[in-house]
């Protein structure tokens, strides 16, 4: 491919796809799918800053740009050889690409692009792979895998209750996950609560309502992929773990409010995802949980788990 940023030794791919890490890790069927595409090439990854450690070791990528947000691209990148709006149809994840003023546009229609129709209502690892299959490089979105970390997991073998999430719609309410956990635990599974820095109280509260362990904030992202890598069952909300149990084929229970499972929820396998889609306000942004998280009851919750359980 011609284009390259200057200085470099092989043409650049830049990739933009500046999110949290359950956007990055369905975008992973497109990147590997780009790697495939292009491998004399060096593909860079424009993406958020939490999920940056994970996703340099993927095997995608060559080099991981941590973004906060939708920022300008370093000027090193100008001239790559193909630009790859993984982000959005927004005009500004476009403007932050064509400010490279790349050889190639790799995107969806609109804001002086050209490309396929945004779909509503669609997975989200088909949507990209969508795109890529458009401008002729084929995707699979099966292709979600990711190595394990090199990291000792901190709680192998463990059940891992996860109540946290990003937005309060989001949020089964912790005394239900304490009662999911209790019961676990006095069936005779090792039971861990795991949560970011800035969940730890809600961490506490779980786990001393339950008597499981607490590891609300103990653990970097490569310690909780491991961890989750290496867990017997993963029980939480739509949230980034719920896609890292996906990526390490963990059992998981996963509870959607908002969103629907037709475009979030996990691949075949070993997951169960739980919603009373009849009652869904569909509010991500909402503080309080949404009627259709609200309509899973614990007792649910442990049925599924049973399920799962050997």
Known sequence: MPGGAPGSAAPVIVVLRSLNLGDLLVAVPALRALRRQFPD???????????????????????????????????????????????GTGPRSNQVLDALDPVRRIGHAGHGWSGPSWLDGIHERERWCRLLDAHGIPADPAELDLPVPDWPPAAPGAVLVHPGAGYGSKRWPADRFAAVARVLRD?????????????????????????????????????????????????????????????????????FGPVSTREWGPPPGPHIALSADHARRGDPFADDPDPALLGVGAADVLAAARDLLP
């Open 187 to 255: 069936r005779g599974h090792r039971v861990a609560i795991t949560g970011s820095p800035g969940e730890r109280a809600l961490t506490a509260r779980v786990a001393a309502a339950s008597g499981a362990d607490d590891l609300g904030g103990a653990l970097e992202l490569p310690a909780l992929a491991a961890t989750v890598a290496a867990a017997e069952l993963v029980i939480c909300g739509d949230t980034g773990v719920a896609h890292l149990a996906s990526a390490y084929r963990t059992p998981s229970v996963v509870l």
């Open 41 to 87: 090439e060096r593909v860079v990854l424009a993406c958020g800053l939490r999920p940056a450690p994970l996703m340099a070791a993927t095997g995608c990528v060559d080099e991981v740009l941590a973004l906060d947000g939708l920022v300008d691209l370093p000027e090193r990148l100008r001239g790559a050889g193909a630009v790859v709006n993984l982000h």
